[in-house]
Nanobody, 127 residues
Framework: QVQLVESGGGSVQAGGALRLSCAAS????????MTWFRQAPGKEREGVAA????????YYADSVKGRFTISQDNAKNTVYLQMNSLKPEDTAVYYC????????????????????WGQGTQVTVSS
């Protein structure tokens, strides 16, 4: 059974940076997509960034391109989200998710494709 545990959230001022971590256990399948989603109050959960198994390909929402970087450490079974130049509109609960499919299919942002989710970590950016 796959389990995901996020950490690294917190409160920062606009322009600051945070790094989120997602530790995975039980991830035994060879092809998977690891993705960070976020959900702001009153809004739908949206895909932020995804990384394919092996870390060869990454994908980003337009709203975070050039500011966020997704990466993974296979030895530690951990996926990271480095968030720079944070804006108040980045405030949300951030979730890590794992799906048994190839990220490059163009569907990495579809929530229903993911069968495992972490508990979420709060990120608050003040102006």
């Amino acid at each position: 059974q796959v389990q995901l545990v996020e950490s690294g959230g917190g409160s920062v001022q606009a322009g600051g940076a945070l790094r989120l971590s997602c530790a995975a256990s039980g991830l035994t399948y060879s092809t998977y997509c690891m993705t960070w989603f976020r959900q702001a109050p009153g809004k739908e959960r949206e895909g932020v960034a995804a990384i394919s198994s092996g870390g060869g390909s990454t994908y980003y929402a337009d709203s975070v391109k050039g500011r966020f970087t997704i990466s993974q450490d296979n030895a530690k079974n951990t996926v990271y989200l480095q968030m720079n130049s944070l804006k108040p509109e980045d405030t949300a609960v951030y979730y890590c998710a794992a799906g048994r499919f190839w990220c490059g299919s163009g569907t990495w942002w579809i929530r229903s494709l993911y069968n495992t989710w972490g508990q979420g970590t709060q990120v608050t950016v003040s102006s």
